[in-house]
């Protein structure tokens, strides 16, 4: 009759015994953190735009040195202008009209007699 007895077994394996393996967890979850704390600032920052065949961006910033860079993307054309405060052409030139902003925004241009 003993031998029909169920034998109760331990649920413990030899991996419960150390005390390193809550640390893994903690690192699964700082890595699901950071996954999603990096997908809300590339919608905060619209950065999924800049990879859009489709979109046009302007972008303009100054680097280390101080001079202001526009950068460009139209289609899969990236065009990158540094701005200067270098006079091109020399002062040669003439004025060829004035150009006005209305209070809505628009802009309008309005050519000088002599400039024809």
């Given at each position: 009759?003993?031998y029909?007895k169920k034998?109760?077994?331990?649920t413990?394996?030899?991996?419960?015994?150390?005390?390193l393996?809550?640390?893994?967890?903690?690192?699964?979850?700082?890595?699901?953190?950071?996954?999603?704390?990096?997908?809300?600032?590339?919608?905060?920052?619209?950065?999924?735009?800049?990879?859009?065949?489709?979109?046009?961006?302007?972008?303009?910033?100054?680097?280390?040195?101080?001079?202001l860079?526009?950068i460009?993307?139209?289609?899969?054309?990236?065009?990158?202008?540094?701005?200067?405060?270098?006079?091109?052409?020399?002062?040669?030139?003439m004025?060829?009209?004035?150009a006005?902003?209305?209070?809505?925004?628009?802009?309008?241009?309005?050519?000088d007699?002599?400039s024809?």
């Amino acid at each position: 009759m003993r031998y029909l007895k169920k034998r109760r077994f331990s649920t413990r394996t030899a991996g419960d015994d150390d005390p390193l393996s809550g640390v893994a967890n903690l690192f699964d979850v700082g890595l699901v953190f950071i996954v999603g704390l990096f997908l809300a600032l590339m919608t905060v920052y619209h950065i999924m735009d800049f990879f859009s065949e489709t979109s046009e961006i302007t972008i303009m910033k100054k680097n280390e040195q101080g001079e202001l860079e526009i950068i460009t993307k139209k289609g899969k054309e990236i065009k990158i202008e540094k701005v200067t405060d270098k006079k091109i052409g020399g002062e040669e030139g003439m004025r060829l009209g004035t150009a006005y902003q209305l209070k809505d925004g628009r802009m309008i241009y309005v050519p000088d007699e002599n400039s024809k």
